[in-house]
């Protein structure tokens, strides 16, 4: 993501439906925690993910590949350093939870990059994995934000277990948008995802999301695949 992009990211995340449901999904995981811990964000952009861990009382360390990223991060208060998520610049066994939210995809050796998000967990520690899912929703727009991938169940199962982590759980989001999705998507080469909603539209999406958290869909087809898993130990 260009500098121009993270800028857009940084104005719109905190109102954005979809940036927003991605952070309450990361704050209801953050609530299986008996206490917060040391945390790190790799791939954190605009370092939205890495706020939501402090507001929770972690230690968050956020790290990306863009320069202009680790300045927008560090200008909203979170630690942050560059480095590529093949080879994080940070110690082994170091943290207790590891985010890697739409960042794998963006990867070509994503085998690596899930390597070493167990490297720099701690024995017993979690990650957290975020990706888009099925290739039959591949469209000019992903090739517009960068992907190399979208994932399977299947593919996202042997990236995970392959960097020696144990799989908790997999869900899916984005059931009920998808066909809406896989229509605007096949249409369009812009990348509306970072482009200003209309306030009515981001609330009928919101209330959508809202609604998908009710039913028992986590099973089914959607747009996103969500993974927690641990290492070992």
């Known amino acids: 993501m260009d500098s121009i992009e993270l800028q857009r990211v940084a104005r719109i995340e905190d109102g954005n439906w979809w940036y927003r449901e991605r952070r309450a999904a990361l704050s209801r995981e953050l609530l299986r925690f008996s206490v917060p ?8 952009g605009a370092g939205g993910n890495s706020r939501e861990l402090l507001g929770h009382g972690w230690r968050a360390t956020a790290i990306d590949l863009n320069p202009a990223a680790v300045t927008l991060a560090r200008a909203q208060g979170v630690e942050a350093y560059e480095g590529d ?10 943290y207790d939870l590891a985010l890697a939210m739409d960042v ?3 990867v070509e050796d994503d085998g690596r990059a899930a390597a070493e998000i167990t490297r720099v967990l701690r024995p017993g520690g979690t990650a957290l994995i975020s990706v888009p899912c099925d290739m039959a929703l591949w469209s000019a727009h992903d090739v517009a934000v960068g992907r ?13 277990e ?6 908790e759980r997999m869900w899916s989001r984005g059931v009920l948008l998808r ?9 369009s080469v812009r990348r509306e995802d970072l482009a ?21 869909l986590a099973s089914r087809s959607g747009t996103w695949l ?3 898993a641990r290492r070992p130990g």
């Open 196 to 216: 200003p909603l209309h306030p009515v539209a981001n609330e009928l999406l919101r209330l959508s999301a809202a609604l998908e958290r009710r039913l028992p």
């Open 148 to 160: 190399v991938r979208r994932y399977t169940r299947r593919a996202l199962v042997e990236l995970v």
């Open 37 to 44: 811990g040391d945390a790190v964000d790799i791939g954190a």
């Open 226 to 228: 969500f993974a927690r």
């Open 179 to 187: 066909p809406l999705l896989r229509l605007v998507r096949h249409r």
């Open 104 to 106: 794998l995809e963006h």
């Open 85 to 94: 998520a093949r080879y994080l610049p940070l110690p082994s066994e170091r």
């Open 162 to 167: 392959g960097a020696g982590l144990l799989l």
